[in-house]
């Protein structure tokens, strides 16, 4: 099988080999198009459908999750480090809006990225962000033709830290889809939330966000009970989301595959210094020559 990255170089699946760590006895990814793919893939999209959200339950198998844990511990100490004040929407915090407005609101971010060149290309993580079975597969999930690894050198794979005492507070992505998978479990709290479709294309639902960010929502929220070794696909432009406070001593770590439905996705440098506390060339060129596939 053969398909192509978001550089557009042509790449290969190697006929026979193991899709790095997945359970394929569960979620035959080796087999394209066969009922159990159907089934795993017609399951995903109908819950996709009702909230925007899906969880592959032991995606990976238990001694290949183990590993990952441990490549995030051994990862987790590159994580660049800062707390930074944001709002729900990734937008100035100095910018034109009304008083009441959520955005007004503002929150302390805590998690760290560990970017995704400091994640070594032989790490199960950064094998299965590039296996073309499993992209594959996710494109289907998500009923797209294709999907891209990000060009970005430092977005397309990352670890999200998040400390004890730490939160990845509310807000909504930029990117339609995300696909990510919790590795190390805190001993404590760290539990995702989020609010299905709380927003769509056309509404703000702006008091319904604030009810949330002002802990006025309970009835909006829902709650993951996630395993090491879960797959979650979701689309969180239309549902707001955090990583809730960390508690104990152990960090929550998960990986994050970012894709694209179109090539060649490359972060702004202010966005890529805020997450990483650099830029390389590349972001630089990209800036220059920016069209409309803002990463943030
Ligand atoms: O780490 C997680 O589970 C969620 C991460 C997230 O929401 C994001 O990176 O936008
Ligand atoms: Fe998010």
Known sequence: ??????????????????VPGVD??????????????????????????????????????PAEAETMREEGVALAPNAHYTVENVNAYNIPLDAD??????GRIVLRRGNAFVARDLI??????????????????????????????????????CL????????????????EFTVSML????????????CPNIRSRTAEHLDDVRA????????????????????QLFQGRFSLHRVAP???????????FAYSDTPGVIGTAERTRQLFGRVLPDHLAADAVRGDRLLD
Not at 215 to 224: A, D, S
């Open 97 to 102: 809006l009304p008083p009441d407005h959520p």
């Open 160 to 175: 999200n830290v998040v400390a004890p005492g730490m939160s990845h507070p509310w807000h909504f992505d930029t990117n």
């Open 120 to 157: 070594p290309r032989e790490m199960l993580i950064h094998r299965l962000y590039t296996d073309a079975r499993f992209q594959r597969f996710i494109a289907d999930c998500f009923a797209l033709q294709a999907l891209y690894e990000y060009t970005d050198p430092l977005a397309g794979l």
């Open 1 to 18: 099988m053969c398909d192509t990255d978001g550089s557009g170089v042509m790449k290969t699946a190697p006929a026979g080999t193991a």
């Open 212 to 231: 949330v960010l002002t802990g006025h929502g309970e009835h909006h929220i829902r709650r993951l009970e996630l395993r090491p070794g879960d797959l």
């Open 24 to 61: 394929t006895g569960r979620y035959p990814l080796d087999a394209p198009g066969s009922v159990g793919w159907r089934d795993a893939v017609a399951a995903a999209r109908a819950e996709l459908a009702a909230g925007g959200c899906t969880v592959l339950r032991g995606f990976i198998r």
């Open 246 to 256: 960390v508690g104990g001593t152990v960090q929550r770590h998960s990986a994050i």
């Open 183 to 194: 590795t190390q479990e805190p001993e404590a709290g760290g539990v995702f939330e989020y």
